[in-house]
């Protein structure tokens, strides 16, 4: 018994850390500038399907989309008691905006099917779109409960679960399998637990793998590279290392919904705030300083 | 998102400047676990264990920032409460703070894998002791009576092990240790607590102990008296106690700090108890060795209090303008937060020096007792190590100890100084980090009772043999070498001390304990600091102002020993005056 939970997740960039380098002089985000990290309220979510499985049993599938990179996120879930990670990782899946991003997760999700809940944060903190959680819940033709604050009842196939409404809250039922939207306020998120930090710290995927391969054996032939490749694949799986790698493919996506061709959204323009300047300019807080202050603000348009 | 691991420099530097990789190696048998259970976390090699490390403490620096730390001002408000059937509800916060706990792992640090411990250093345990109670100093008691796990592991049978540690390790318990009583404090020979045997062999505890923190935990380490015929140390066992009905809480102390830690006078109603390890032993053996750890775990805990009193501080003299400068341009604030930071470096060098030593000879000793080598040579070398590291931790835990816990009281009161009226208000924590600040040394043993155990490692030679060992060491760097050279003339003068208070017997060498304590702290932390200054910048403008300051110290202190001053004790009535009248 218990309940199959798959949880989405996403690595962002740490948006709280944002200074002058964020951009580029082109518009775009330097991405060296801004550390890579667990969108916050995604761990709330996983937080949300951990309890259903502390209090009823079940499992928890961890997903996520993105570069190879955000495998970093995936095993931070198996810290954090997930049983099972998997990453969509496609080139073809690149610049996806929240349609076809939903399109794609949409995909994944019936492939690993049999689940109950699909639990995701009510938005990233890249975006702050809030799109993805209920388009994918459109696409996959479920109730879907948006920002959730707690589980009040669970009984079989009925959930009774408690959503904010901005000035107050609501009690929701929906039948299972429900996607669900979690708020930051719903819980306190676990942290990492030692003994699985410890065991899921090598968990990689098999093409992280072939890059470690590639960097052991330098002076190997394809052959060897290819047999070490695959011993080393099946220890992972024997130990439940392995982290699950599908590309657009495995997930039987139409390209026509993916990437960039299943992207309408359109980004009109891109304003690029170039900080020259450090540091601050001291004011005088007399009639004097206050009225140069203002007139510099007319002179440089920031007022009227 | 913040990190109290991460966001600490000198915590860092230090990890990587003790190199545990040695440690690692004889800590985890050469990595020879492949297969049991807990087999599937074990490391490969020292890279993969010193990786664990870092990232438990990582995972323990996430714990103390965002959780534990946002309640503390809450969880010294709350307190935790008595119930009228003699049961304690620990308040909400504290309750949180051991769920989060848990959760991480944390509760079974040093406990071996197989029973689902983390098999960490006790270096390790040490820096996450010090990151707990930089974040709430209350807790770390409760953290730190994992220590009850550790003393049923090196002590207890196999059923008590197999029994208790999986709970300890999974958080399912918390321990306690009970020891003194109303008339048995420092002077722990006097505990009266009875032992007896009912009809069934089964032993019952009768009788009352105080001042027990976590009294009101699930398995309570009792020292009693289990030889009535026997008055002193020999005669007392240790037992274990689960919580029950006849085991109640009467009353739980309104205290100055530490709220969160609640802090319990038991009576013990008959309990049922069960014999850890031999009789006989409870104190000259087992309790010595839980207080060891103890002592350590409360310099950590200082060194966590200090470090949060100091940040407030610093920041504070920073942006706070007065005469239209920063506080802390006034060369009096100034002054006093350099030798705040200072006296906190010199703690954390000595407490971490004598966190590996405690390792090197925990492992020692086990390796002794489970896998002896069998070559004579390597034999004898091992039991050789053995005394020496056994020694030499008899001196560095007192002295980390009565260091620490000093330097805490110090930094916080300056914390409060330095913000001034604001300090002294509720709206800023360091009135908490004073309050706090204050049992750390009083508890485990006061500071005048750690100067009397690290005052005879200093005469008897541990300090010696080490210091000796220190100097061989050649510094490239003249400023450096200067330093030493002054370390050097320091050790030659302190020997001599030494050498006069041998000549005037065991009372004098209390009386100056204090100063000879201090000055032999300046010449042993002067080269460890040495050391580390050859890394880095910062440490070696820490190293020369602390030789520089430290031998003003040292050299007035030496004068004030070599003087054979003994005036309060021979002259107390007349200095002290009379006991006031009721």
Redesign the interface.
Known sequence: MGYHCIVCVKQVPDTARVTGETMKADGTVNRAALPA?FNPEDLHALEAALEVRDQYGGTITAITMGPLGATKVLRECLFRGADRAIIINDRRAAASDTLATSYILSRAVQKIGDFDFVFCGRQAIDGDTAQVGPQLAEKLGLPQVTYYERMVDLNERTARMRRNVGNGWEVLEAKLPVLVTVLDTAN?P??????????F?KALTAQELEREVAADMKDATDEQRTEELARRIETLRM?RLLIDQWDLDDVDGDLQWCGLAGSPTKVHRVQSIVLTKDGFKAIEPTEAGVRGMIHELIVDHTLG | ?ANFFEDNDDLQFLFDHLDLHEIAAIQEDDFTMTDGPGS????VDADDAV??YR??LM?AG??AAN?IAGRAEQVDQDGNHLNDDGTVTLGEGVR?NLK?LA????MGFTLPRSY?G?NCPTTVFTMACEMVARADASLVNLFGLQGIGETIYAFGDDTLKKEYLPKFCHGEVTGAMALTEPDAGSDLQAVGLKAWQDDDGQWRLTGVKRFITNGCGDVILTLARSEPDIKDGRGLSLFLVDQGPRLKVRHLEEKLGIHGSPTCELVYDDVPGKLVGERQLGLIRYVMSLMNGARLGIAAQALGIAESAYRVARKYANSRKQFGQSIEQLPAVAEMLVDMKVSMEVARALTYECARICDLDNNNQRVLETNPPTDKAELKKRKGDARSYKRLNGMLTPMCKYYSSEMCVKVSNDAVQVLGGSGYMTDYPVERHLRDARITNIYEGTSQLQIVAAVRGVCGGSFEKRVDEFEAHEYFDKGLHELKTKLVEGKGRILEAIGFIKQHGTNYMDLHGRRLVDAALVVYVGHLLLRQAVKSEHKAAIVRRFIETGFETLTCNLAQIMSGDTSAMSEFELLAGPVPAA
């Not at chain 1, 676990?190 to 065991?199: E, S, W």
């Not at chain 2, 599937?40 to 490391?43: G, I, K, N, Q, V």
């Open positions: 990290i306190e676990r942290p990492a637990g030692a003994r699985k930090m410890m065991q710290k130990n | 998102m599937e976390y074990a490391p990786d664990n990232r438990v995972i996430d714990v959780g949180q989060s959760q991480a792992d944390l689902g983390l």
